[in-house]
């Protein structure tokens, strides 16, 4: 049974201006002792489906899912109690999740102390010990220091202590390594890794970065308009992929590959995330678009553990 | 080290505008249409007297030579003699300072205890009844004129529930029978020093309703910028991140959100204390406390001007290290601030 279990998972937030629905229809297994990516452009709900998991969606968002399961518990109702005890968050900007006013030994001290029941001193080394784990050189230097005085890559190495500091075994990682350098982020990359075989961690990573995919992931989720297109191993979605979408990502690539490569190269943009979606969410865009594509929803094609949602018939590309 | 270098930068500045204080105080004093020298020589003064009066108050020396041996006595704390009691200035202010100065640190401490909580509460329940009732309340804090809320507090708790007294600092049980010893000037210190329980709860209860309609105002502020600090704080990634990390809201709110909002709760601490430091005046003659602003408002009617100038001088010194004592404390509170 996957770890994270989610079946048409949708996430509506009520606006002025009508509901935004920043996730449609997401599906997503993720097995224990994997790193699952999910990719998708920017605005495609990668973030919203992350905090859904975790609980923390918007204010008024609803929640719907034919499942929405973590470990069997479903996440509607035990998410808040889940969060920070078996799902932990890796975000974004390391700088921004860390409290600037509150020295970096305060905020461990705070996260074992709500979680493991020790005393002081033990806290402490254990304190150093997590950090040292996520490869802090001095630990005891950094535990004295503030945000502001650590470089990016150290900051995201603390954020990476203190989710394992909840004791969590599934860690949701968005976009971990967007705000750093190319070779820290290989780094925080590797370290995740090393931590996943070390520790038995499940890891969703978020991104929208196809070499992040290919450098760190097990399986892969593409995300399109809130919905997921896509799914399978790694070396299937990038060497065979079957979306047109997923394809056009692949394609958008130069051969060289560079690290960071966007995914802003497909003409055209997503569907404003107000509309109603007929058919195809991609139709528009698609170079393979077919008259059905507009008006009936593709159905879900198979080839062994690699899904994707197309009009067109297996083996077409 | 930053910090070092930011407290001394501090001190430099805050030095400079005692000075400012000083030579402004001085120059007020030349300008204001009265003959100090009259005042001096008594009631009905001959020429003669006046122009006695005159020299021994060296009024005719070089407007520099005076502002210098102003200045002098102000920084050695001899403040002259009262024009109008001609008891010694420093004598009196022994007495009335440390009375002012407990009302004051003890309504800025109510302040804050009651304000910053109630703007916690009402970020935390932005919308709800309980900031509703805060906003309400607060905004009724800042708005009641002084001498209004004073009166309903003697009101309700000294003359219908009897169980805080109406006004003065001790009772005479106290005061006359068994007075305390004075140490520091604050009832409260020298209560404890000498191991009086009973002076202590007297000296207290005293304090409470004076303190309360001190409080009052800079309550309703702190609550306000407290509030509006949270709400802002409450939104960032580093809140959220703390929830995904399972801490709990209590937690959050106090031990995480608070002290970046503590920038704001700390500047209400020196209005607060202003506040309480000029506002004195008009509740303690409603409580009858024997304080500066009594000492003060009377020096004023009989426009006594070297009380005048100690209480300006002493009120700004203290204000200025109230300033200080923030300034350091926002710089311990938030790292990057001794940065800037
Ligand atoms: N609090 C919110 N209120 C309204 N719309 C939101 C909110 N948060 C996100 N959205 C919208 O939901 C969609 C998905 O957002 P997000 O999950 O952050 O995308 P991603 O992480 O893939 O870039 C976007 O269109 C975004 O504008
Ligand atoms: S269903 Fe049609 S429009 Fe959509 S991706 Fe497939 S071919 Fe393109
Ligand atoms: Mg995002």
Redesign the pocket.
């Known amino acids: 049974m996957p770890l994270l279990n989610i079946r048409n998972l949708s996430?509506a937030?009520p606006?002025p201006d009508g509901d935004?629905?920043?996730?449609r229809s997401v599906s997503l297994e993720i097995e224990r002792g994997e790193i699952h990516g999910v990719i998708?452009?920017?605005?495609?709900?990668?973030?919203?489906?992350?905090?859904a998991a975790l609980g923390l969606v918007?204010k008024g968002?609803r929640i719907a899912a034919d499942r929405f399961h973590f470990d069997g518990e479903d996440l509607r109702e035990n998410a808040a109690r889940l969060r920070g005890r078996r799902i932990g968050m890796i975000s974004q900007d390391p700088a921004a999740a860390l409290n600037p006013v509150l020295s970096i030994a305060r905020q461990m001290d705070d996260v074992l102390r709500a979680h493991r029941d020790m005393p002081r001193q033990a806290r402490h080394s254990e304190a150093v010990e997590l950090l040292a784990a996520t490869g802090l050189p001095d630990p005891e230097r950094v535990l004295k220091s503030y945000a502001h005085q650590l470089s990016g890559g150290m900051q995201q190495r603390v954020v990476i202590a203190q989710a394992l500091a909840t004791g969590a075994d599934f860690l949701i990682a968005?976009?971990p390594t967007t705000a750093l350098d190319v070779s820290v982020g290989a780094q925080v990359l590797a370290l995740l890794r090393k931590l996943v075989a070390e520790r038995g961690l499940t890891v969703l990573m978020?991104t929208?970065d196809m070499d992040v995919i290919a450098e760190a992931c097990d399986r892969a989720t593409v995300?399109y308009a809130?919905l997921s297109v896509e799914t399978g191993p790694v070396h299937d979605v990038l060497q065979r992929p079957g979306h047109p979408y997923a394809r056009a990502l692949l394609a958008a690539l130069p051969d060289a590959a560079p690290h960071g490569a966007k995914l802003e190269a497909i003409e055209g943009s997503i569907p404003?995330?107000r509309s109603q979606i007929d058919g195809c969410a991609f139709a528009p865009r698609c170079p393979q678009a077919m008259p059905v594509c507009a008006l009936q929803a593709p159905p879900e094609r198979t080839l062994a553990a690699h899904r994707w949602l197309c009009h067109l018939p297996e083996g077409s590309a | 080290m930053e910090l070092t270098r930011y407290i001394l930068r501090r001190m430099v500045l805050s030095a400079f505008v005692v000075l400012g204080v000083t030579f402004l105080v001085f120059i007020v004093a030349q300008v204001v249409p009265s003959d100090p020298a009259a005042l001096y020589a008594g009631p009905r003064p001959t020429a003669e007297q006046i122009e006695k009066a005159r020299q021994e108050l060296n009024l005719d020396a070089p407007l520099i030579q005076r502002f210098a041996g102003f200045a002098k006595a102000m920084g050695t704390g001899d403040f002259g003699v009262s024009y109008k009691s001609r008891r010694l200035i420093a004598e009196d202010l022994r007495a009335y300072l440390p009375a002012t100065l407990e009302l004051a640190v003890f309504s800025t401490g109510l302040a804050l205890l009651i304000g910053i909580p109630l703007g916690v509460l009402a970020a935390a329940r932005q919308g709800k009844w309980p900031d509703r009732l805060g906003s309400f309340g607060s905004i009724a804090a800042v708005a009641m004129p002084t001498f209004f809320l004073a009166m309903i507090l003697q009101l309700v708790f000294a003359q219908w529930l009897g169980i805080l007294p109406l006004s003065g600092r001790l009772s005479r049980e106290i005061s006359v029978t068994a007075p305390l010893s004075m140490m520091t000037g604050f009832n409260l210190i020298d209560a404890l020093l000498a191991g009086r329980l009973d002076a202590f709860g007297d000296a207290l209860k005293h304090l409470i309703l004076p303190a309360l309609t001190l409080a009052s105002y800079p309550a309703g502020v702190a609550m306000r910028l407290t509030r509006s600090a949270m709400i802002e704080i409450l939104e960032r990634r580093h809140v959220t991140a703390a929830r995904a990390l399972g801490l709990s809201e209590p937690r959050i709110l106090f031990g995480h959100a608070l002290p970046n909002a503590m920038g704001p709760a700390l500047t209400v601490i020196g209005l607060s204390f202003a506040y309480a430091l000029t506002g004195a005046v008009l509740v303690e003659i409603i409580f009858a406390w024997p304080g500066l602003g009594r000492y003060v408002s009377e020096a004023i009617l009989a426009k006594d001007f070297p009380v005048i100038a100690a209480v300006t001088m002493v009120v700004t010194i203290c204000y200025v290290v109230m300033n200080l004592l923030i300034d350091i404390a926002q710089a311990l509170v938030d790292p990057r601030v001794a940065l800037s």
């Open positions: 996430v937030i606006t935004v629905h920043a996730v998708g452009e920017s605005g495609c709900g990668k973030t919203m489906t992350g905090m918007p968002a968005d976009e978020i929208h995300l809130g404003p995330p």
